[in-house]
């Protein structure tokens, strides 16, 4: 069994007879005797270093990592730069606590303050939060912020992440709003459905960009919409993609919102992610959660520290709009080591290369007979729609050591690419699609 | 060079990590970006010095003494982190089938039961990012269950004085009206107040039990019994479990849902502020309502299952995965044992420093504590002007974690101590010879205590300038 | 500070001064801006907002606490006072004369004195 308790059978004596004890059992007199466990908890047995290795080593062989990976919806395997995960896993990083003595939490702060810089230069926004859970709960979190007295519905574009859509779904059910959601014209928001779906009764309208089909949407063209109806416009976007794409700022979106994982965090198996939120001027005081703020000290030096605190729930308790304690710190610190590696052209090659073997797939693959692909302008995704369904097509690419898009059902893929996809990657897969067709 | 921020480190050109040679962009121009990125550009041997000495500037449980009450600061074992770092762990996406991710089904439904085991529940998910996400799952199934069943005009949530600012706000953002019970002078629930207000339009109370002063709630059957007769649940704040593994249940104590903070009583770490984990337990009753999906065991493979009567999804996926499987490792390696040894070892703990310290702050509960202790310092603040700010502040320059200060809201000139178990005696006497010599100074120097800390990288901070002209981002100057 | 004689006040620490026509400026009293502190900012209503009794009218913040002014009565806002947008630090200095909002009261119910007001503290 493993312990990492110091105390021994002398040093926990001499604490027992200052306390005035005999036996630890004295300690726990107040509970009433029915409640007591009787025995230990019936779990296994501790177990040391060496068999704690075993045990989880054997349980992770019975997990597939693939060589290859074509699979994206949300969560992308981008290159993770070896400086990224050595400095992330400093102790001093990983075992603070959340910085509420600045004084003694320097580093930490200067760490998220440019987070929240890193987020707000990517976006274009005035602010940044210390970040939220993940790009869903940011996304629920954002359209939280949009709602007032008179305004409690939310508009979603079928554009958005069904994860997303999901979750804020259930925040949306049970915090008694509404929400409606816009219709896709070949993978593309239908600005004439949201047009007329759009009256006094909406606080804000989401699209997101590239879409989780991997389309380009057309931002600027819903910015008048959305905002001559007094709605506020939130992007959901891919942080990788605005190293190319236009920044919320250019198409006036109010909130800016989306995954971090792309940047510098691994796929984990679904987390732990990071969700970012920034915000126009107007809106900073909304955005829920941490953030951290420069300041002087008395000595009129520079420093940072948690604020606009009185915003969040242990100072507002139940009337704070969001019951957010924590943020991601750790992931929000990854990324940010991932932006300082890359810096602006190491970001911008992950981009273009993730784009550009989108289209390369894309064209091949379109070649294929009985393949049809009917978007036009992507970013690192697109839908394929096979001619007929194949149970064979997941078997071949497994025994290939590649692993193939996410099935949407109907014969129709959504295949991904990042800048870690080879040429030979891309050729062994559309042959293997060749064959199984 | 030094103290700067790692924009003000930039310099053009010096970053020269060359991926590809690809930095032509094929994005048609309506779609492209127009404005600059504005990331710093610095050579690699920069970026490590940069965050080594953001490193130094920062203070973890592996720096030293953490007494941060309800916050559990012990311990983050290091195979932990061997093993979150396994690349069939990491490498995998969470969209994989069924048959590709056996391995972290495996970690997740053997967590679930293992902490089911631990805590008297009879099912849970580990959706829920953090404690606080946990409480407002949980809440959002209690809703359902009383909608479920005809009874949405339950719309009162109870709430201690004493509670964590978190619980009122879960309450609300599910719509609920939150209605304060009060303490009595020892710190407990009334329970007569309780008895009162309970009607038939109580949904829930809300309760962590060590309460917040860190003492058992010795009347929780009788409290339990008052909700259930109304029809209400009971929901139990696990931020305290530290106190009480091996040693009682929430499950046994009537709790019908439940949170737990895997980042406190399971080890995992705190990362800064993040990420945690806070799985959501309930009775059998509850269990249809947990979020989807649900991993379950069929034969001998693991699946993933969903309930119709689910609330639907409250997070991305199946949860923090990494940070679930750190708690995992822990409790493989801790065993029943072990996980009652650190219990009784934190509440040992605990006593211990409140016994060397009760002669020189005012104790805010007689007899013995748990896990952790309020003390105040108002006499001090009443005679010497000193505070419980100040004497946190002077704990900085011992290199010692400040406790929790001004919580619970109940008590003046709060500070809370829960030192852990994975704390040796030298470690708690240190810290109590830096506390008594504070209570000390405070009579002797106070100005000293004023002015503290001196020796950290800042001293007292404007926290007023930074909240009525936030400065939230870095802005070169022109 | 002396409580001004010409203002009426309520026990929720507001004080109101009669313009005529059922409008009345607004703020709160020395005894609530000196509990919290320095004020770091006031988050105004929107102009033509129809507040009920016993609703938030307002919302004074200080670094660790946060106040919400309650109006006893249902009133609407025909103006606010922009220059606490950037200046909150104003209601700490001059709390009688930095109003926070002009309202319409449609029935003006029980309002204490200065000297009452002083007496209740």
């Keep these: 069994m493993t312990s990492y308790v110091p105390n021994t059978k002398e040093t926990t004596k001499h604490m027992m007879d200052v306390v005035g004890i005999k036996d630890a059992e004295e300690l726990f007199k107040s509970i009433p005797s029915e409640l007591r466990l009787g025995g230990d908890i019936c779990i296994d047995d501790g177990k040391s270093e060496i068999e704690v290795r075993n045990t989880i080593h054997k349980i992770a062989s019975t997990n597939k990592k693939y060589g290859s990976c074509f699979l994206g919806a949300g969560v992308y395997n981008h290159y993770i730069p070896s400086v990224v995960s050595e400095i992330a896993s400093t102790q001093e990083f990983l075992t603070a606590y959340t910085p509420y003595q600045a004084e003694i939490s320097q580093g930490v702060l200067q760490a998220i303050f440019e987070y929240q810089t890193y987020i707000c230069n990517l976006t274009g926004m005035e602010a940044s939060n210390a970040s939220v859970y993940d790009g869903a709960t940011a996304l629920a979190e954002a359209c939280m912020m949009s709602i007032t007295n008179s305004k409690k519905k939310v508009l979603v574009s079928k554009g958005v992440n069904p994860e997303y859509i999901k979750v804020l779904n259930t925040w949306c059910k049970y915090a008694g709003l509404e929400m409606e959601l816009v219709e896709l014209d070949n993978y593309k928001t239908d600005v004439n459905d949201m047009k007329n779906k759009l009256n006094s009764e909406i606080a804000s309208v989401v699209l997101q960009n590239p879409n989780f089909y991997g389309t380009l949407e057309d931002m600027d063209s819903v910015d008048q919409v959305i905002h001559s109806n007094k709605s506020l416009f939130i992007s959901v976007v891919n942080p990788i993609s605005l190293a190319l794409l236009k920044s919320p700022v250019e198409y006036n979106a109010d909130i800016a919102v989306g995954e971090g994982q792309p940047l510098g965090n691994p796929m984990a198996s679904g987390g732990p992610y990071l969700g970012f939120m920034a915000a126009t001027k107007k809106l900073t005081r909304k955005l829920p959660g941490r953030i951290v703020g420069q300041t002087e000290d008395i000595d009129g030096k520079r420093g940072f520290v948690l604020t606009l605190q009185a915003r969040e729930q242990h100072i507002r308790r139940e009337k704070a709009s969001s019951n957010i304690c924590s943020n991601q710190a750790l992931n929000a610190l990854t990324a940010a080591v991932y932006l300082g590696a890359m810096g602006e052209s190491g970001l911008r090659q992950v981009a273009c290369k993730s784009m550009e073997n989108a289209y390369h797939l894309k064209d091949k693959l379109s070649k294929v007979d009985g393949v049809e692909v009917y978007q036009e302008d992507i970013f690192n995704e697109f839908v394929a729609t096979f001619k007929c369904s194949n149970d064979e097509l997941e078997e071949k690419l497994k025994e290939n050591d590649i692993l193939g898009g996410l099935y949407l059902g109907d014969n129709k893929y959504l295949f991904a690419t990042t800048e870690l996809n080879t040429q030979d990657d891309i050729e062994r897969l559309v042959t293997i699609i060749k064959e199984v067709l | ?478 | 500070m002396s409580t001004p004689k010409n203002l009426k006040y309520t026990k929720e620490h507001d004080w109101l001064e009669d313009l005529g026509n059922d409008t009345y400026k607004f703020g709160i009293t020395d005894y609530a801006q000196n509990a919290l502190g320095d004020i770091v900012y006031v988050e105004l209503p929107d102009v033509e907002d129809e507040i009920s009794a016993g609703d938030t009218v307002a919302t004074v913040e200080s670094v660790k606490a946060v106040s919400e002014i309650v109006m006893p009565f249902d009133c609407t806002i025909v103006e606010v006072n922009e220059e606490l947008e950037d200046e909150p630090e104003k209601v700490n200095a001059s709390c009688y004369e930095s109003w926070i909002a002009i309202i319409k009261i449609d029935n003006l119910e029980e309002t204490m004195t200065a000297e009452e007001y002083e007496k209740s503290l």
């Design chain 2, 1 to 478: 060079m030094y103290n700067e921020l790692i924009f003000e480190k930039s310099i053009e050109g010096a970053n020269k990590r060359n991926l590809f040679n690809c930095e032509k962009s094929i994005v048609p121009e309506k779609y492209a970006r127009k404005t600059s990125l504005n990331l710093p550009d610095v050579a690699e041997v920069d970026l490590v010095r940069h965050y080594q000495e953001l490193a130094r500037k920062s203070h973890g449980v592996s720096n030293g003494f953490y007494p941060l009450g309800s916050c559990t600061m012990k311990y983050n074992p290091v195979i932990n982190e061997e093993m979150a770092s396994i690349c069939e762990f990491t490498n995998i996406h969470p969209l994989q089938s069924e048959e590709d991710i056996q391995g972290s089904l495996e970690v997740m439904f053997k967590l679930k039961e293992v902490l089911c085991e631990v805590t008297g529940m009879d099912d849970m998910t580990l959706q829920p990012s953090a404690g606080a996400h946990g409480e407002l799952t949980s809440l959002m199934m209690i809703k359902q269950f009383h909608e479920s069943n005809n009874n949405a005009h339950k719309n009162i949530v109870f709430v201690p004085d004493s509670a964590h600012g978190t619980n009122p706000a879960s309450a609300a953002m599910v719509g609920y009206d939150v209605v304060e019970i009060p303490s009595t002078v020892d710190g407990f629930v009334d329970v007569e107040k309780l008895c009162e207000l309970a009607d038939e339009n109580t949904a829930a109370l809300m309760l962590t039990n060590p309460n917040t002063l860190g003492i058992f709630e010795k009347d929780i059957v009788e409290i339990a019994d008052i909700i259930h007769k109304v029809g209400g649940k009971l929901y139990y704040d696990g931020a305290n479990m530290n106190a009480i593994m091996g040693i009682v249940r929430p499950g046994d104590m009537g709790f019908d849902v439940m949170h737990l903070n895997l980042h406190k009583t399971f080890s995992t770490p705190h990362g800064g502020g993040g990420p945690g984990s806070g799985p959501v337990g309930c009775t059998k009753e509850l269990a249809p309502y947990l979020p989807n999906p649900q991993v379950r065991k069929q034969g001998d493979k693991y699946v993933l299952d969903i309930s119709e009567d689910s609330i639907g999804k409250v997070k991305s996926f199946y949860g923090n995965f990494l940070v679930n499987l750190r708690a995992y490792t822990y409790i493989l390696s801790l065993g029943g044992c072990g996980l009652k040894d650190a219990s009784v070892n934190a509440v040992l703990n605990a006593n211990y420093m409140k016994a060397r310290l009760k002669d020189h702050y005012m104790m805010q509960s007689e007899g013995y504590c748990m896990h952790e202790f309020v003390m105040s310092a108002s006499k001090i603040k009443e005679d010497t002007g000193v505070s419980a700010l100040d004497i946190a502040k002077s704990m900085l320059d011992a290199k010692i974690h400040p406790p929790t200060m001004y919580f619970p809201l109940i008590v003046k000139e709060a500070l809370m101590i829960e030192p852990t178990e994975t704390e040796s005696l030298k470690t708690l006497d240190y810290a109590c010879d830096v506390l008594i010599e504070s209570a000390k100074n405070a009579y002797e120097d106070a100005e000293n205590l004023h002015n503290a800390p001196i020796t950290m990288p800042v001293r007292r901070l404007d926290e007023v300038t930074a909240a009525r002209k936030p400065i939230l981002k870095y802005v070169k100057k022109v």
